[in-house]
């Protein structure tokens, strides 16, 4: 345990003793916020829509008809409760659901007046904005063709609304995504650039000549890193509560734990690589290539994930970020509790411990 | 006690891109009795890293056996990381960390604390004491030398690795750094050192000379130069760069080489003085001396290593 | 004061902060000689070597390489000398022939001269079969022939070589010398550090600097008559013992 904490503290002095790379460290997190907090236009494609449909009309039908029949929505059937569009969205099986009036036609024809409503789950601002807004295209169109057809101005009322996420506000889709990309890159990159300069400067021999077990070395390795995360993880909190005024609706402490979970998987990512790659530059380009890049791009921080092609969805299900994040998400700005999130936490604890068991089966005794 | 019996190691080599490693042709054999400082000695390449790695327990061999007070390196690595204290061709020191903490923390590995060893190392790191708060990459050659070895030195170990230790370094800290040895050698360490310099061999016990993987001579420093065969000169001549081809142009000159201020070559059996220095006259050369010298290690290499 | 200088500096200084690593060296260098540049680890040579370079500017004093300013014209001065050290010297993944042709072009030889130099310097070597090797696969003695080979490609006034021979093997060491002779011979000046000392007797004129310091500059005959000594070692070793820099 002393030689652990020898370690432990050896490596606290290498962190605090590079001023430069502890500024970026601590740096990364609040400009990233700042970065991401402006919102990006994005085209949204693939929009997950659940029908209900009470009235079960030739209207309604034939809107329903033109929305699956619109490449931009990918039609997941029809339900028969509000309830049950509340659980799909929460569950996340689709993005938005379009309600009927129970008397739709009726309606339309004897009082020249019905409504239409568009649910959408607005924690990623984007996609329930753009995706109103296609609905709304098309049943202006409908609107447009019935006239011409019949000469009487029907009015269909469409109202929209927002879950989770009524103000729009943008920076709630990225503040979970900054935590994912930050977190990942603190532990994962971090920890293997400093386990890897030690086998570059030599040091790593002398270490593996001594008593002191790899596993120790290794370990001891990640603590540091693993105190840097958890600063990270407040401040980028403190930001997003006070800065970016995006409450956290959910459990903290569940937040936190989750998070934590996290941050073991990304070290044990980083240790992994360490054990892979002999030079420092060879651990940037991996961890940059193949950590960076897919948590940027397949995580769904910033593309959403049902957009994308089918071969980069499956891809994206093996970026840890991706479950991680929407985790954040529904615990940080929908405010949901334990049992919403128990697959990603479930997929996260599985990649863990494959990712642990991995990087210690791969810990050399020896130089290669 | 170390002993090694037929070790061979032959790898691919990421850096010369080809296939290196040591006993090739025949596995290296030999033993190293305590209290002794066994010189391993070649040029790079020669394959004493590896061979050093070996027995570090830092590399497994292809084959053939290497043990270290009775214990093996490749079975029982773990004891052998408690009994040696390695030091690295590169100084393997955190640059970052001050002189002070180098030390504490390479003792804390090690089980142990700088009080409690502090006698072993007292020597070398009382040279070095005034400036342990410096920072290790702030040091000069000559005292990151000595912190390098007071860090491989600070459990007590029974067998010592030192790995090209005065590679780079000037010849006044490498002359104290062989004194250091010396004084260590006293205390019972088995001290195996490697080096490219051939003039250190004589501050070995006993000494390998090692080139492609192979031994081509293990002996006592006294012991290989009584083995060599030939007759040996040293020349001096007004003009020393010419006098080295007019030298080689001799038919009976077997080879000639520059050694500082004059050369040395060797002769054909039966070759005197006078007729030697009768043909450098007729070259015009006025200035000549001529004696017969022993030869120096570094001589035996190179009549080893001829082609 | 000859025109033949090749290298000439006075109270060439450089202070890092407090710290002055090379203290007022003066010193002239002759065209074609052989000149040892020794002295102690830690001692300010690796300084001194890169003001004369023109990579380093000096904090004081004035010069001339290859008849051109240190101060002011060190653009110029890197065009005439060669540089060559244990550290860096040739691009391990690249084969020998593109060392050379890549060194030739970075000093503006055109692709005839580079061609026929070529030709001419392999054969010189004897590497007429390596033409292909990777310079990685190379042995070291045969590696820091090469690269003594391309640092003098283009003909410099000068060529400066930091410590050329360290792990090099004793035959090789020695053919090495013999390629420096014959460098010196063509009127290169050869500007050389070394932890050899035998190597040390190869030069025609040594200096010895401690603590930043010229302590002793003279042949090597001179300096053991002065110094009472038999060989250079004994010579260094008494004048690095003054050393007094805790370093």
């Given at each position: 345990m002393k030689q652990f904490f020898a370690f432990v503290k050896k490596e606290f002095y290498h962190i605090l003793r590079d001023g430069r790379t502890m500024l970026i460290l601590l740096g990364m997190p609040v400009v990233q916020i700042l970065l991401f907090g402006f919102a990006i236009n994005m085209d949204v494609q693939h929009i997950r829509t659940a029908v209900y449909d009470p009235s079960q009309d030739e209207t309604s039908r034939q809107i329903v008809q033109r929305i699956t029949a619109n490449p931009y929505f990918d039609m997941q059937g029809e339900v028969y409760s509000m309830q049950e569009i509340q659980d799909l969205l929460r569950r996340g099986d689709i993005d938005m659901a379009v309600v009927f009036d129970e008397a739709f036609q009726t309606n339309l024809v004897h009082s020249g007046k019905s409504q239409i409503q568009i649910i959408t789950d607005a924690s990623d601002p984007n996609l329930g904005t753009i995706s109103t807004n296609y609905v709304l295209a098309i049943i202006g169109q409908y609107q447009q063709e019935m006239m011409g057809l019949t000469g009487i101005p029907y009015q269909i009322d469409i109202k929209s609304k927002l879950l989770y996420n009524p103000e729009m506000i943008s920076a709630y889709t990225f503040v979970p995504g900054i935590m994912g990309l930050v977190l990942m890159i603190i532990c994962a990159i971090m920890t293997s650039i400093s386990i890897v300069r030690e086998k570059e400067r030599g040091t790593m021999e002398v270490l593996l000549a001594s008593p002191l077990r790899p596993a120790t070395v290794l370990i001891s390795k990640t603590i540091p890193y693993l105190t840097l995360s958890f600063v990270n993880l407040i401040s980028i909190l403190l930001l997003a509560v006070?800065?970016?005024?995006?409450?956290?609706?959910?459990?903290l402490l569940l937040l936190i734990a989750v998070s934590i979970l996290f941050i073991f998987l990304a070290l044990a990512l980083g240790l992994l690589i360490s054990t892979l790659v002999r030079t420092q530059v060879t651990a940037i380009l991996i961890a940059g290539l193949g950590l960076m890049m897919p948590t940027l791009i397949?995580?769904?921080?910033?593309?959403?994930?049902?957009?994308?092609?089918q071969p980069l969805q499956w891809l994206s299900a093996l970026v840890p970020a991706r479950w991680y994040i929407a985790a954040v998400k529904k615990i940080m700005i929908e405010g949901l509790g334990f049992i919403y999130v128990i697959k990603e936490v479930s997929i996260l604890v599985g990649m863990s411990v494959f990712l642990i068991v991995f990087s210690i089966f791969n810990i050399k005794t020896r130089l290669e | 006690m170390i002993t090694v019996d037929n070790l061979r190691k032959n790898y691919f080599s990421d850096k010369s891109g080809k296939f290196a490693g040591i006993g090739k042709e025949n596995g290296l054999s030999f033993e190293v009795n305590d209290g002794e400082v066994f010189g391993v000695i070649g040029p790079d390449g020669a394959g004493k890293t590896t061979l050093f790695r070996i027995l570090a327990s830092l590399l497994l061999p292809d084959s053939g056996s290497a043990t270290m007070n009775g214990i093996d390196v490749v079975k029982n690595y773990k004891q052998i990381r408690r009994i040696i204290g390695y030091m690295p061709g590169r100084f393997s020191l955190y640059q970052d960390l001050s002189v002070e903490e180098n030390l504490r923390f390479f003792a804390t590995v090690f089980n142990t604390t700088i009080e409690e060893n502090y006698d072993l190392i007292k020597d070398i790191y009382q040279q070095i004491e005034p400036f342990k708060t410096r920072r290790a990459g702030a040091l000069s050659g000559g005292m990151k030398q000595k912190l390098a070895l007071s860090c491989a030195l600070i459990h007590k170990p029974d067998v010592l690795i030192l790995d090209e230790p005065t590679t780079g370094v000037d010849p006044v800290s490498r002359k104290e750094f062989w004194d250091m040895l010396k004084r260590l050698k006293e205390q019972g360490i088995i001290i195996l050192v490697s080096t490219a310099y051939m003039d250190e061999a004589s501050r070995c016990d006993r000494i390998a000379l090692m080139r492609d993987g192979q031994f081509i001579a293990t002996d006592t420093p006294q012991g290989i130069i009584d083995a060599y065969a030939e007759t040996l000169w040293a020349v001096q001549t007004e003009n020393m760069s010419t006098s080295l081809n007019d030298l080689r142009s001799c038919s009976e000159v077997l080879s000639c080489f520059a050694f500082g201020d004059k050369h040395h070559i060797t002769v054909e059996h039966g070759f005197t003085k006078e007729e030697l220095s009768g043909f450098l006259k007729e070259k015009g050369y006025r200035n000549v001396k001529i004696e017969a010298i022993s030869p120096s290690v570094e001589d035996c290499f190179m009549a080893l290593t001829k082609d | 004061m000859s025109n033949n200088d090749v290298i000439k500096v006075s109270g060439l200084t450089k202070k890092f902060g407090h710290f002055t690593?090379?203290?007022h060296i003066s010193f002239d260098v002759k065209e074609g000689e052989i000149f040892g540049f020794l002295g102690a680890n830690g001692a300010g040579k690796t300084t001194a070597i890169q003001m004369l370079c023109g990579i380093s500017k000096p904090t004081a004093g004035k010069g001339t390489v290859a008849g051109y300013d240190i101060l002011r014209e060190n653009e110029k001065i890197k065009r005439n000398i060669g540089y060559m050290s244990q550290k860096f010297s040739?691009?391990?993944?690249?084969?020998v022939w593109e060392n050379i042709r890549l060194f030739g072009g970075i000093y503006g030889l055109n692709d005839k001269q580079i061609a026929d130099k070529t030709e001419e310097l392999l054969t010189r070597l004897k590497f007429e079969d390596q033409r292909n090797a990777m310079v990685r696969s190379l042995p070291l003695g045969w590696k820091q022939k090469l690269a003594f080979s391309v640092a003098i490609f283009h003909t410099p006034k000068i060529v400066f070589l930091d410590?050329?021979?360290?792990?090099?093997d004793p035959a090789m060491r020695r053919q090495f010398w013999e390629m420096i002779y014959e460098a010196a011979d063509q009127g290169i000046t050869v500007f050389v550090t070394t932890h050899y000392m035998d190597e040390a007797e190869y030069c025609n004129r040594v200096s010895i600097m401690v603590d930043g310091r010229i302590d002793a500059l003279d042949s090597p005959s001179a300096l053991k008559q002065q110094y009472d000594a038999v060989n250079m070692d004994q010579v260094f070793r008494k004048l690095a013992r003054k050393s007094t820099r805790a370093e």
């Open positions: 006070f800065v970016l005024h995006v409450p956290i609706q959910g459990n397949l995580s769904g921080m910033i593309f959403p994930i049902g957009n994308m092609p | - | 690593a090379v203290d040739l691009y391990e993944d690249l084969r410590e050329p021979t360290g792990g090099v």
